[in-house]
């Protein structure tokens, strides 16, 4: 099955602990991006890969950063993390980037910075 | 910046009736999708139209779009409790590279 996986569903943590969100997908696709939902203003792109070891930021990647070591995986890390980053997160990837095709997205990861 | 608008915010419709979404944005685009959400969880994408097309279908969805207005709507047809969801387009806009960009989305609530 199709699919991309993001863990951990739920995460609390306290101001500047550091913090990984794994993100992985099944499908050979070369573009991955994360996103930002917060209410009233929609999903935002934080950062995006065109493929391995290529990066590249969104409209709001202040306070994370991205590798892209393998094709199937796209972590998203806060060093620092601070209460405005509570929100919640979703991985999406993609066989072509922009619109071009239909995205997948993984279940979303709710976290809180206390 | 968001680029696509929906409207209406909230819609509550009766099961079997139909309900109607639009999205509007700003600049020329590519290609427009929709997609939905059910409640704290993953976006599924529902159907992709490129802007050389004016419209398309899949099941009891029919998408259209009007270049020259920047402007799509989605029709859900015979709508059913399942149905209720947020809806949200997402735009490939011609100067914005690789990325979608999605409005703040259309709430729907279909009641049994």
């Known amino acids: 099955e199709a699919q991309v996986t993001q863990n951990p569903r739920y995460l609390i943590t306290v101001t500047g602990k550091k913090l990984t969100v794994t993100c992985s997908q099944n499908m050979n696709h070369e573009y991955m991006s994360w996103y930002r939902q917060d209410p009233g203003l929609g999903l935002r792109q934080i950062y995006y890969s065109m493929n391995v070891e290529v990066t590249d930021k969104g409209d709001v990647p202040e306070g994370y950063k991205v590798s892209r070591k393998e094709k199937r995986n796209f972590p998203l890390i806060l060093e620092s993390p601070s209460p405005n980053q509570t929100s919640l997160y979703f991985c999406a990837s993609s066989a072509s980037p922009g619109g071009r095709t239909e995205a997948f997205f993984g279940q979303g990861t709710r976290l809180t910075v206390v | 910046s968001q680029q696509g608008e929906e409207d209406p915010q909230a819609l509550s419709i009766q099961e079997g009736e139909n309900a109607t979404m639009n999205c509007s944005y700003k600049?020329?685009?590519?290609?427009l999708q929709w997609y939905r959400q059910n409640s704290g969880r993953g976006l599924v994408h529902l159907i992709l139209i490129r802007s050389n097309e004016r419209e398309k279908h899949s099941g009891r969805l029919r998408v259209t779009l009007d270049t020259s207005k920047k402007s799509s709507s989605l029709l859900i047809t015979a709508s059913r409790a399942a149905d209720t969801a947020s809806y949200f387009c997402?735009?490939?806009?011609?100067?914005?590279?690789?990325?979608?960009?999605f409005g703040g989305g259309t709430r729907v609530l279909v009641k049994p």
């Open positions: 600049t020329s685009i590519n290609n």
């Open positions: 997402a735009t490939d806009h011609q100067a914005a590279g690789n990325k979608l960009t």
